[in-house]
């Protein structure tokens, strides 16, 4: 089982690593890309939850979303932007986390509409 989750982990983290190159290049001075990551990783959280104990959710919930997800560098880019504005921080903080609620709340939605 560990196996998996190193795998998924491994599948995680450079799909983050490839939409921070990203994010970087297109959004050089927002934190886009790791809202990107978190409401991705949330969202698939909210489909594989739903999946019984195993390899298959051992891989994706645990493996593929903690390495995608980063609560770190969602932490320090909070306190990038608190240099320019505690505005923009709180919203980053709150909005990113009310999102991420309903990304995985929509995520076991469409999960329980797949499992009918």
């Known amino acids: ?3 998996w989750v ?4 491994g599948v995680g983290a450079v799909g983050r690593y ?3 190159r990203l994010g970087q290049r297109w959004w050089p001075t927002l934190p886009l890309a790791t809202v990107a990551v ?3 990783g949330a969202f698939l959280a909210g489909l594989l939850m739903g999946l019984p104990q195993g390899a ?3 891989f ?5 979303c903690g390495g995608l997800t980063t609560f770190s ?3 320090v880019d909070t306190l990038i932007l608190r240099e320019r ?3 923009a921080a709180w919203l980053y903080v709150l909005g990113t986390t009310a999102l991420g609620l309903l990304a995985v709340v929509a995520g076991a939605w469409v999960a329980a509409c797949w499992r009918g």
């Open 1 to 3: 089982m560990v196996s």
């Open 85 to 87: 504005s505690r505005w």
């Open 38 to 40: 978190n409401l991705i």
């Open 73 to 75: 560098t969602m932490m």
């Open 6 to 9: 190193a795998l998924g982990a």
């Open 60 to 64: 994706g919930l645990t493996g593929v």
């Open 18 to 20: 490839l939409v921070t």
């Open 56 to 58: 298959a959710r051992a």
